[in-house]
Structures are given as structure tokens and as C-alpha cells.
């Protein structure tokens, strides 16, 4: 894993910056508003410093970060060396025991004191009966350190696997005696790079973006559109419309437009494929339409051939699909229906209902099993305050017991 900071004027530039440096699959583990100090906040305005960090495990320009700082590390290292022989060749010139022979003599005992303290710590680990959970380090504090991280986890409902996986990583990262805080940061920064940078809704920058929510009934497809309706156009000043193909509920057309009315914005009602393709042009000076479709089962194929019937009627390019799952869903149900959509394989994940449990894991376990980004959840059902950018670090935070 690499850490790096990044400041600029804004939250937007720094994370530029990040994803020039560190690649595109940069994630912000903390955003922090800069105010100069002393004098100079009468001459420089307030910067904002965000830690970006990247997996070196995911991606190519991580990669080439990665050997960058290696070779950095190994012409220091390289450097170290040189300083110590001629160090060690000026002190030859001085007779007798240099400091450096005394240095080297008390380094000498250190590793050999340190090798039998080894040696003890390796006959009472295998005196333990639960050798073989102990996974790195010699340390029983950095042991008792994952158990707990484990137990929070799996108290939070991550599955088994997924936190094997992120402890598996995180060993390779670390030293043999890791401290407990460096064992329960890497662990907390895993889980921010596993949950990854949110993927929102991006204007089109000529033609409207069509965003299509799909997912099962009563999730909250469509107040979580109602609520982005309002921020997209309230907020950030977008030219919105509404579409639903969500016709087999009368009361769901109605519901819709409620919303749009409030907002003042229209919504079409399309029956088939074709009424969307008919509507394009009329929605083509838009820059956002929000399409809600049909909650039906997920087990139907004859249903989800209709959902992607009608979702090919906008070209890839034009669309973005989200799928709608809810937080309190069990994780069983979630693969099942994550199965039905794994033929659109490039969605992205909206969690609902994070106020209905007090358990994240399924977010963190859908985002791993998936590998689709996750982007906005939502906490209640006041339309519209009660949606938000997903926030990587307190759910890490969650899972870890809130310990970090
Ligand atoms: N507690 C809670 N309820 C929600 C949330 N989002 C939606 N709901 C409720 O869930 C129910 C179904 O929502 P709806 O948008 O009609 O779901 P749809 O069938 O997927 O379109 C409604 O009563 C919503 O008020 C949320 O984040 N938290
Ligand atoms: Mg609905």
C-alpha cells in the first residue's frame, strides 16, 4: 500500500493531483482543511490536505509508484552504506578500539541476545495450543490485537472470508513485530482501499447522462432518485429529468411525480424499450435523466431480459446503471440478487436503509464479492436530506468496533 499527501486549493485538485501521482484507483483516507498560520494567513488562502492512498496490489501506476520508492529506499540504503565504510575505513586510522569497533561489538551482542529471545518465543508458540491461529509476528499482543479485529468484523457481519483475505494482505505488508497500532491502521486502511473511491453521478458533458436505478421492490429506488433529483438540481444547479418505466404500480407513477412536482421537474412515463428510445430526443437538451425501473424479482428472467431490454435502448456511452440494495438485506439474499444483475457488469452500488441496522458488514462483503464501485447510501426516509457520498472511513471505523 502506498500513502501519500496531497494539497491544493480544493478537495477536486488535490485529488487530481493524487490520481496523476498514484493512479486512478487513488482512495482519500482523510480530507483535512489547511489554515496557514501566524503572519501568512494574512497572504495565502486555506488549503485543503487530503492522504490518498493506493493498493499496490491493483493497479499498474501503483506499481510504478511502488518501484519509485523502492528505488528511492535503495539508494538511501545504498548511500547508509557508503557512509558507514567510510566511516568505519577514516576511524581505522585512529589506534587502538575506535568507537565504531565498540559499536559493532555492542551490535553483536544485541543480535545474539536477540536471536535466543527468538528462539524462546518460537519453543513457547509451539507449546500453544493455538499455534496456528497465530498469524505474524511473535508478538501475543499483535495476536490478541487480530482476534479482536476479527471478532468486531465478524460481529458487524463481514463474512468469514473477506476478513481472511484483508488479514492475509495486510500480513504481507507488515514487519514480523508489528505494533498494535500499526497492525490495526494497516487493517483499518485496508478496509478504506477495499471499499474504495465513490463513483457518483457524473453530468453528461454535451448529451444528458442517462442514470438507470435498478434493484429489488421496496428498497427505496425511488426516493433515493427523488433525493438525488433535489441535490443534482438544488445543489448543484442541473438541467433534471425524470423517466419510469415503473408501471405495473399505479401508486408508483404517482409517487414519482410528486417528487418531480415538488422539484419542478418533468418525469416521462415509458412502457417499453421503444417509448424510451421515442423520448430521447425530447430529453436530449437535459443533463441528467434519472430513470426509475421496475422493482420486480430478481428471479424472474423474463423480467430482468425487459430491465435490459430497456436499458440498451440508451447507447453504453450515455448510461450509467446503479444497483439499489439495501443494508438490511442478509447477505444470502444479496448474492442471489447480485447473481441476477451480473450480466450488466458495469454497475455501481447504492446501500439503503443504513439507519434501519446497526451492522455494515454486507457493504464491504457486496463490494468485495462484486467488485462494482460503491457510491451514495441513504439513512433515513426524509426526502431529501437522507442521502449521502458513501464514507469509507466510519464504516471502516464500524467494522473495526469504532476502536480507531
Ligand atoms: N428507514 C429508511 N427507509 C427508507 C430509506 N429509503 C427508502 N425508505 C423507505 O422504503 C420504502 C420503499 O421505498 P421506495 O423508494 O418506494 O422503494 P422502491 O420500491 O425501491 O422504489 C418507503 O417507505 C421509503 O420511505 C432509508 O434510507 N431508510
Ligand atoms: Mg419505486
Known amino acids: 500500500m502506498i ?12 485529488m487530481v493531483l493524487a490520481r ?29 490536505e487530503i492522504t490518498a492512498a493506493v493498493d499496490d496490489t491493483v493497479s499498474d501506476s ?11 529506499l535503495k539508494k538511501n540504503q545504498e548511500d547508509l552504506s557508503k557512509n558507514v565504510i567510510s566511516a568505519l575505513e577514516s576511524d581505522k586510522t585512529v589506534p587502538g578500539a575506535s568507537a565504531i569497533e565498540k559499536k559493532l561489538d555492542d551490535l553483536q551482542n544485541m543480535i545474539e541476545k536477540q536471536m535466543v529471545k527468538d528462539q524462546d518465543a518460537k519453543s513457547s508458540v509451539n507449546a ?10 511473535d508478538n501475543d499482543s499483535t495476536w490478541q490485537c487480530i482476534s479482536l479485529v476479527k471478532k468486531h468484523m465478524a ?74 433529483a433535489s441535490a443534482l438540481k438544488l445543489n448543484q444547479k442541473n438541467n433534471v429529468a425524470l423517466v419510469t418505466s415503473d408501471t405495473y404500480r399505479i401508486a408508483a407513477v404517482d409517487q414519482l411525480r410528486t417528487y418531480a412536482n415538488i422539484l419542478g421537474v418533468p ?16 430529453l436530449k437538451t437535459y443533463d441528467i435523466v434519472l430513470v426509475d425501473t421496475a422493482g420486480r424479482s430478481h428471479k424472474n428472467k423474463d423480467q430482468r431480459d425487459d430491465l435490459k431490454e430497456l436499458i440498451d435502448a440508451i447507447e453504453k456511452e450515455d448510461r450509467v446503471l446503479y444497483l439499489v440494495l439495501s443494508a438490511t438485506t442478509k447477505y444470502s439474499d444479496l448474492v442471489h440478487i447480485v447473481n441476477a444483475y451480473a450480466h450488466f457488469d458495469d454497475y455501481r452500488l447504492i446501500f439503503t436503509k443504513l439507519d434501519e441496522t446497526s451492522t455494515y458488514g454486507n457493504i ?14 441513504t439513512y433515513g426516509q426524509d426526502v431529501p436530506k437522507d442521502i449521502g457520498r458513501i464514507d469509507g472511513q466510519k464504516i471502516a471505523k464500524q467494522l473495526l468496533g469504532g476502536s480507531v
Do not use: C, H, W
Not at 500513502?3 to 488535490?14: D, G, R, S, V
Not at 484507483?25 to 488562502?45: C, D, S, T, W, Y
Not at 501503483?62 to 528511492?72: D, G, S, T, V
Not at 464491504?364 to 447510501?377: E, K, V
Open 155 to 228: 460481529g458487524n457481519e463481514v463474512e468469514e472470508k473477506f476478513i481472511d483475505q484483508i488479514i492475509e494482505e495486510v500480513k504481507d505488508t507488515l514487519g514480523k513485530d508489528a505494533s498494535v497500532d500499526s497492525v490495526l491502521t494497516s487493517i483499518y486502511q485496508k478496509i478504506i482501499l477495499k471499499l474504495g473511491q465513490p463513483q457518483l453521478i457524473e453530468v453528461g458533458e454535451d448529451k444528458p447522462k442517462f442514470v438507470f436505478f435498478m434493484g429489488p421492490t421496496g428498497v427505496g429506488k425511488t426516493t433515493s432518485i427523488a433525493k438525488l
Open 62 to 72: 501503483a506499481k510504478e509508484a511502488l518501484a519509485k520508492q523502492q528505488a528511492l
Open 20 to 48: 496523476e501521482e498514484l493512479g486512478k484507483e487513488a482512495v482519500v483516507m482523510n480530507i483535512k482543511k489547511v489554515k496557514p498560520k501566524g503572519i501568512l494567513r494574512l497572504f495565502k488562502k486555506s488549503s485543503v
Open 364 to 377: 464491504l462483503n457486496i463490494r468485495m464479492l462484486t467488485d462494482a464501485p460503491l457510491s451514495y447510501t
Open 3 to 14: 500513502i501519500k499527501k496531497f494539497t491544493a486549493a480544493t478537495e477536486t485538485e488535490a
Open 128 to 137: 500453544n495450543p493455538l499455534e496456528n491461529e497465530k498469524g505474524f509476528g
Open 267 to 282: 418525469v416521462s412515463v415509458v412502457y417499453s424499450a421503444d417509448d424510451l428510445k421515442n423520448i430521447k430526443d425530447k
